[in-house]
């Protein structure tokens, strides 16, 4: 997934949501700029915050 930056420079958690799917969040904050950021919640690298995170 590409986020794109639509917020000051910072660290922020980023958050996953959609109406037919459990939603999910990293676990700890990522550094965020103007330059777009990948994250891959299927990797072991982005860990997941919650009970029910993304299974293998």
Do not use: E, I
């Amino acid at each position: 997934m590409l986020v794109p930056t639509l917020v000051a420079d910072g660290s922020y958690h980023v958050v996953v949501r959609h109406r037919n799917h459990l939603g999910v969040m990293t676990a700890s904050p990522l550094a965020l700029s103007a330059a777009p950021t990948s994250v891959d919640f299927t990797s072991t690298a982005f860990m997941t915050y919650g009970v029910m995170r993304s299974r293998p």
